[in-house]
């Protein structure tokens, strides 16, 4: 193997440190895998095998990724990302989706709306498992159907009239960033687990 970096063994370490270093800076994150991916090259030029026994011996010499990556967030007085359950993540992330079909529905609606918003917002401030990057632009985009369905409905009244059926197409306009948001943070938290599980 020409790169060394290039093993699959490598590649899925480096792999979970980028990942539980997430918090770092992206520069910080760069100058740590590339320090990493020296040692390992190094290590390994001076190994007289590149198998796979040569390749866990080198990783095995880096230290745990756990070990890794909160010596790099110390640095920076970072925590690690934490995940947390399958049904603690689904449970935050229903919130946030079912804020807007909420209000559609006569009397208690908008209330029951408010209400699984903020309980959402809560959760989603409260997890370590997200960053606080990943947390603001999913606040940006759980928040943009406050200004985005009614200026759908707007432009919906503006090109023809505001039917019930305008009314539903502003609202489905209106929710598609936060199932973008939730999107998100599901493939992201599904990612932390799975280095978890590779730790």
């Not at 903020?118 to 159907?145: D, F, H």
């Not at 985005?148 to 598609?176: M, N, Q, S, Y």
């Not at 599904?190 to 978890?196: F, G, I, Q, T």
Request: glycine share 4%; aromatic share 2%; proline share 5%.
């Amino acid at each position: 193997m020409n790169n060394a970096t290039e093993h699959p063994l490598v590649r899925a370490h480096l792999d979970a440190v980028e990942r539980y270093t997430a918090p770092l800076a992206a520069e910080r994150r760069r100058e740590l895998l590339a320090d990493l991916r020296e040692h390992v090259e190094v290590a390994l030029a001076e190994s007289d095998a590149a198998d796979d026994d040569a390749v866990r011996h080198v990783l095995e010499q880096l230290g745990s990724l756990r070990r890794i990556a909160d010596a790099a967030l110390a640095e920076e007085g970072r925590a690690r990302p934490e995940p947390e359950t399958r049904l603690r993540t689904a449970t935050t992330l229903a919130l946030a989706v079912l804020a807007l079909p909420l209000v559609l529905v006569p009397g208690i609606g908008p209330g029951l709306a408010l209400l699984s918003a903020v309980v959402a917002a809560i959760r989603l401030a409260k997890s370590r498992q997200w960053t606080g990057r990943e947390k603001k632009q999913a606040t940006l985009l759980l928040l943009s159907p406050i200004l985005l369905t009614p200026l759908a409905a707007a432009t919906v009244a503006f090109a023809a009239e505001l039917t019930a059926a305008g009314v539903l197409l502003a609202c489905a306009v209106g929710f598609c960033p936060t199932l973008v948001a939730a999107f998100r943070l599901a493939r992201s938290a599904a990612r932390l687990r799975s280095a978890a599980v590779a730790a």
